[in-house]
């Protein structure tokens, strides 16, 4: 037999006949290092060009000569800004940088040193930094020390982690841009809550991650789910594993609530995704039993399944099968945290840290706890992740009585410094400071002068190179609208940061009252499957209990939903048909589908009864005139009416109507009058627009009860402007109309700060009947509201092409009883009233931009309804989320690209000082005159009651007959304009044509517009387009 040796040496010769011969010359002679990772190596190889700048200006500089080591430590000081500390205007990092993060730096740069160079710095050079950073450069450059270099540390404690869940079923308004993003964020709290993992570790989790058992406890069937981290930082084998159960019990021997359920969430994750091989429905699975001969099965995943996302990016019709970034995530939590009262948000490292204490308390070896957390040293549990607030109870420990070990989490649960009362938005005085500085007017300028940039360069021909201009032009003003609202959302987050805390109960008049009506304006329009889970999320049901079934599977169905338009109770469509003339909803645009539902129910209704009106108010069909006004007068009798008067467009659908302040208050009307719904904020505001400002001229406006006012209106009452939000410079509705607006001589003025709007002061007491309710308006003169209306429509028509970037993204329950139960469960046993769903504390939902856009002409509206608007908090975003990053979810009222409103001159506009009884016909469309395409968008020249005509976009019309007339045999600009002149501009026929009888702005009424717009019968014959003929050489 040969031996092992001559064999190999024999395999060797026959490779090398081949041609595969080893040359030892070529390979390197330097010692190997462990690679590094992705994210790692880009941090080193930036620390190794800082390294590169310095040697710019010192060219001999080497890290092998300590002098121009310790030289480069100083370099790091001066270059280095602090990301802690920012300028309270600005918002710019202007901290001192921490003695640790210079360290960090500085170690990076001596090993990527070392592999560039192949060479050793000597160790007593790099042992030397660390003393030389925190002493003599700490000393010589001021930097901060002791605990003042330290950042705070938070924690998610039991306490923080229920509020955090508890307020975002209940409580949170936020419209996320689908509601499987909402499960998913509970579902990814508790996976970092209970498995210790790092967000990017479960964020990047695919189904094989997820192994699924059927076994037994105590003779009852339940499911074990193990969570693997494949993604584990620094970890290529050897990653942790984490079993979760289904059924936890406390000693109580009850189950904690829903959300707590890790279980359940995960498996109706799987569930909804399909992730099951063998089993598709909540039924199927729950009838799953262990194998006979075994104490467990395994349940089987669908191989075409196992490579996808646990938590994937989410779109308003579904997921995507793209992973949700880790960044979002984090971004996510935080912006949660903030809505729920905590001032600086909550990170998944504050729960990483909460569970590592709990496991090293929990009697765990430090093995068994190092492996938990997926780290190799204790030094780095112990001074990067255990708390300082040491856990021994030293009094009960000297005086030999049972220690207590209840004693450190309250303070754990401090550090996150939950308000109750946390404010969610700038007072109009804040944002006013703001919009002063000379940085936001500097801002604003630049914007105003881009924006002219655009406009003229909209007036000459759309060849390539002016499109780039433009786009490199919008792109640069996003940016600038971008910086300018950093500089409130810098503001907020001080006030926020410095805000006294404070636990008593707010009064009626609080923004947190006001907060939990705006939920209630929209809850009917929730899927009733995201009702339902509000009402049952918090409770603590049994595992495969009724109740917890019917909420898994109304998990599952929510998940699977498609939440780009939302619905009353009467409306949703059915098997995704409308439930009248059974058409597919996905035919249609997503923008007209609820228009669509609508109408057919309105004509559905008509057709059976001879008419139908929908109250809003209360979601119901009336049938007759008569039940209409007995309905109407129900609510009035009871004081049952619209406390906020604006309409409410949420996800694509009309969620409430608006309504007039003035004629709600006037008992003279009748109840027709005084409830007459508004759909659109078009019609609304041009009545208002008038019907407040005339109301002035009468000593004394009835309002109805529940029209709450301010105590302190100069204080509390918070202006709804557009300052957090681009300002639109006046101009027409989009860039290709810039065309037009230049041509006549039209610009667009600067930015004008608004003057005070309009309050509404109480003269006595609120008594029960509505006869009493007596209210003055404290306003100088009629002139002042018309001049403040003006200046709000002036801010709403401002430049309405921004790029939709801009808008992408991305917009509370408090239990207070403490009880003295073992510290996992206590929180568990508190007594809360949440058994009305959205009866609870709340922060106000961010506003999409239209409504930024709008709140000039709401803010007086809602002061006239004497309701202060204290707590709007623009979203992030987000969609910035979103916003990120995300999808901005931000659904509430149209898109601002849609809401073209036109502008009223109110200057020329007479008021009445008589009833206004005639008012509410007036802003009845008559018919359409015009019709003009832009890009993807159509605007209609209507003719009102009152015998004026505007521009309104096709969202703003809600007959669709009158829309179909018109489209049918329209060939251009005809019976509404006046063709005054021509010109030839660039070879090309051009027309100047003014609309008849146009109530907006005189600026707005005249176009240029080419001669395909103009219809044939006003196109002027023999205009010849002159050309120079060029003379022959």
């Known amino acids: 037999?040969?031996?092992?040796?001559?064999?190999?040496?024999?395999?060797?010769?026959?490779?090398?006949?081949?041609?595969?011969?080893?040359?030892?010359?070529?390979?390197?002679?330097?010692?190997?290092?462990?690679?590094?990772?992705?994210?790692?190596?880009?941090?080193?190889?930036?620390?190794?060009?800082?390294?590169?700048?310095?040697?710019?200006?010192?060219?001999?500089?080497?890290?092998?000569?300590?002098?121009?080591?310790?030289?480069?430590?100083?370099?790091?000081?001066?270059?280095t800004i602090g990301r802690l500390h920012e300028d309270p205007e600005t918002g710019e990092k202007t901290g001192k940088p921490y003695p640790s993060a210079l360290r960090v730096k500085l170690r990076m740069f001596t090993e990527q040193w070392e592999r560039q160079h192949h060479t050793k710095?000597?160790?007593?050079?790099?042992?030397?930094?660390?003393?030389?950073?925190?002493?003599?450069?700490?000393?010589k450059y001021d930097l901060p020390r002791g605990k003042q270099a330290e950042k705070l540390k938070k924690f998610l404690t039991i306490e923080n982690y229920t509020t955090m869940q508890i307020f975002h079923w209940t409580g949170d308004s936020y419209n996320y841009i689908h509601e499987g993003m909402r499960i998913d964020n509970t579902n990814l709290l508790n996976v970092q809550s209970f498995t210790s993992a790092r967000r990017h570790e479960v964020i990047m989790a695919v189904y094989k991650d997820l192994e699924w058992h059927i076994a037994e406890t105590n003779g009852e069937p339940e499911f074990r789910v193990k969570f693997t981290r494949n993604f584990c930082k620094g970890k290529d084998k050897n990653q942790p594993e984490h079993p979760l159960p289904e059924k936890l019990q406390s000693s109580d021997d009850k189950p904690p609530p829903l959300f707590a359920q890790p279980v359940f969430h995960l498996l109706g994750n799987c569930i909804s995704a399909g992730a099951f091989a063998d089993y598709k429905t909540v039924d199927e699975i729950l009838d799953v039993r262990r194998p006979g001969n075994q104490s467990y099965?395994?349940?089987?995943?669908?191989?075409?399944?196992?490579?996808?996302?646990?938590?994937?990016?989410?779109?308003?019709?579904?997921?995507?099968?793209?992973s949700r970034s880790p960044h979002s995530w984090g971004a996510s939590m935080s912006d949660w945290g903030v809505r729920a009262g905590f001032p600086a948000g909550l990170q998944p490292h504050d729960a990483r840290r909460e569970i590592l204490i709990k496991a090293a308390d929990g009697g765990y070896s430090l093995a068994q706890v190092l492996k938990f957390a997926s780290q190799n040293s204790m030094g780095v549990l112990q001074h990067h992740y255990l708390s300082n607030i040491s856990s021994v109870d030293g009094s009960s420990a000297f005086l030999g009585i049972q220690p207590r070990t209840d004693l450190a989490e309250s303070f754990r649960s401090a550090t996150a410094r939950w308000n109750p009362n946390l404010v969610q938005s700038?007072?109009?005085?804040?944002?006013?400071?703001?919009?002063?500085?000379?940085?936001?007017?500097?801002?604003?300028?630049?914007?105003?002068?881009?924006?002219?940039?655009?406009?003229?360069?909209?007036?000459?021909?759309?060849?390539?190179?002016?499109?780039?201009?433009?786009?490199n032009l919008q792109s640069?003003?996003?940016?600038?609208?971008?910086?300018?609202?950093?500089?409130?959302?810098?503001?907020?987050?001080?006030?926020?940061?410095?805000?006294?805390?404070?636990?008593?109960?707010?009064?009626n008049h609080s923004g947190e009252d006001i907060q939990q009506e705006f939920l209630k304006r929209i809850r009917h329009m929730f899927p009733?499957?995201?009702?339902?889970?509000?009402?049952?999320?918090?409770?603590?049901?049994?595992?495969?209990?009724?109740?917890?079934?019917?909420?898994?599977?109304?998990?599952?169905t929510l998940r699977n939903s498609d939440c780009s338009v939302a619905y009353q109770p009467g409306l949703r469509p059915k098997g995704g048909r409308c439930p009248y003339c059974k058409i597919e909803m996905k035919s249609m645009d997503i923008n007209k589908r609820w228009k669509h539902v609508f109408s057919c129910a309105s004509t559905d209704y008509g057709r059976k009864n001879n008419y139908s009106q929908f109250c809003f108010h209360c979601n119901e069909w009336m049938t007759s005139k008569l039940h209409w006004e007995n309905h109407l007068q129900a609510h009035l009798n009871s004081l049952d009416v619209p406390t906020r008067c604006n309409p409410v467009v949420f996800r694509h659908a009309i969620a409430c109507a608006g309504y007039c302040p003035v004629h709600l208050g006037d008992i003279n009307l009748t109840p027709t009058e005084r409830m007459k719904q508004f759909l659109w904020v078009g019609?609304?505001?041009?009545?208002?627009?008038?019907?407040?400002?005339?109301?002035?001229?009468?000593?004394?406006?009835?309002?109805?009860?529940?029209?709450?006012?301010?105590?302190?209106?100069?204080?509390?009452?918070?202006?709804?402007?557009?300052?957090?939000?681009?300002?639109?410079?006046?101009?027409?509705?989009?860039?290709?109309?810039?065309?037009?607006?230049?041509?006549?001589?039209?610009?667009?003025?600067?930015?004008?700060?608004?003057?005070?709007?309009?309050?509404?002061?109480?003269?006595?007491?609120?008594?029960?009947?509505?006869?009493?309710?007596?209210?003055?308006?404290?306003?100088?003169?009629?002139?002042?509201?018309?001049?403040d209306l003006a200046t709000s429509r002036s801010a709403i028509n401002r430049e309405k092409f921004i790029d939709p970037r801009l808008w992408e993204d991305t917009t509370s329950l408090r239990v207070k009883d403490r009880g003295q139960k073992p510290e996992v469960e206590r929180l568990w046993h508190r007594q809360s009233d949440t058994s009305e769903i959205y009866s609870l504390k709340s922060n106000h939902p961010p506003l999409s931009p239209t409504v930024e856009l709008e709140r000039g002409l709401e803010r007086i509206a809602y002061q006239a309804t004497s309701i202060t608007t204290s707590d709007t908090a623009p979203g992030s975003m987000m969609d910035l989320e979103a916003s990120n990053s995300e999808e901005k979810n931000s659904q509430f009222v149209q898109d601002p690209k849609e809401a073209l409103l036109p502008t009223l001159d109110l200057e020329n506009t007479t008021h009445s000082s008589g009833d206004q009884h005639d008012l509410d016909d007036t802003y009845r469309v008559q018919e359409l005159v015009?019709?003009?395409?832009?890009?993807?968008?159509?605007?209609?020249?209507?003719?009102?009651?009152?015998?004026?005509?505007?521009?309104?976009?096709?969202?703003?019309?809600?007959?669709?007959?009158?829309?179909?007339?018109?489209?049918?045999?329209?060939?251009?600009?005809k019976n509404g304009v006046e063709v005054e002149k021509t010109r030839v501009k660039n070879g090309k026929l051009e027309y100047y044509v003014r609309f008849k009888d146009y109530i907006g702005s005189e600026r707005d009424s005249c176009w240029w517009v080419s001669e395909n717009t103009v219809h044939p019968d006003n196109r002027k014959r023999g205009v010849r387009q002159n050309r120079r003929k060029r003379k022959r050489a």
């Open 297 to 322: 099965g395994i349940l089987e995943l669908d191989r075409n399944i196992e490579t996808k996302p646990v938590f994937p990016k989410w779109t308003s019709s579904g997921s995507s099968p793209e």
């Open 426 to 471: 700038l007072s109009e005085e804040q944002k006013r400071s703001v919009s002063q500085t000379e940085n936001f007017v500097a801002l604003s300028q630049k914007i105003d002068d881009i924006g002219t940039q655009i406009g003229s360069l909209a007036c000459h021909n759309e060849d390539k190179v002016t499109r780039l201009m433009i786009e």
């Open 528 to 556: 009733p499957e995201r009702i339902r889970l509000a009402a049952v999320m918090h409770e603590r049901i049994r595992p495969r209990s009724p109740e917890w079934i019917s909420a898994l599977k109304d998990l599952v």
């Open 121 to 139: 710095i000597p160790e007593a050079f790099k042992r030397s930094m660390a003393p030389y950073i925190e002493d003599e450069m700490a000393t």
């Open 683 to 787: 019609p609304w505001e041009k009545h208002i627009s008038e019907c407040i400002p005339a109301s002035t001229m009468r000593p004394k406006v009835n309002l109805p009860l529940r029209f709450r006012f301010s105590k302190e209106p100069d204080q509390k009452n918070k202006e709804l402007d557009n300052s957090s939000r681009p300002t639109k410079k006046r101009r027409q509705f989009s860039e290709s109309f810039a065309l037009h607006a230049a041509n006549s001589g039209s610009h667009s003025p600067n930015i004008e700060s608004r003057p005070e709007s309009p309050h509404i002061l109480p003269v006595g007491q609120c008594n029960t009947t509505e006869h009493d309710l007596q209210f003055e308006v404290a306003i100088s003169s009629p002139e002042n509201i018309r001049k």
């Open 930 to 973: 015009e019709m003009y395409k832009d890009r993807n968008r159509t605007l209609f020249l209507v003719r009102w009651a009152n015998g004026g005509t505007t521009w309104e976009p096709e969202e703003n019309i809600n007959d669709t007959q009158l829309i179909d007339d018109i489209i049918k045999d329209y060939q251009g600009f």
């Open 1 to 79: 037999m040969k031996s092992k040796v001559s064999s190999r040496l024999e395999r060797y010769q026959e490779l090398k006949r081949l041609g595969i011969v080893l040359q030892p010359s070529e390979v390197d002679p330097y010692p190997v290092r462990r690679e590094l990772k992705p994210i790692s190596k880009e941090r080193y190889e930036r620390a190794y060009k800082y390294w590169e700048e310095f040697q710019i200006e010192y060219p001999k500089a080497t890290p092998l000569d300590l002098q121009y080591l310790k030289s480069f430590g100083e370099y790091l000081v001066v270059t």
């Open 476 to 507: 640069k003003r996003i940016s600038l609208y971008k910086e300018r609202e950093r500089m409130f959302t810098t503001k907020l987050k001080k006030v926020q940061t410095t805000q006294k805390i404070s636990y008593s109960n707010k009064g």
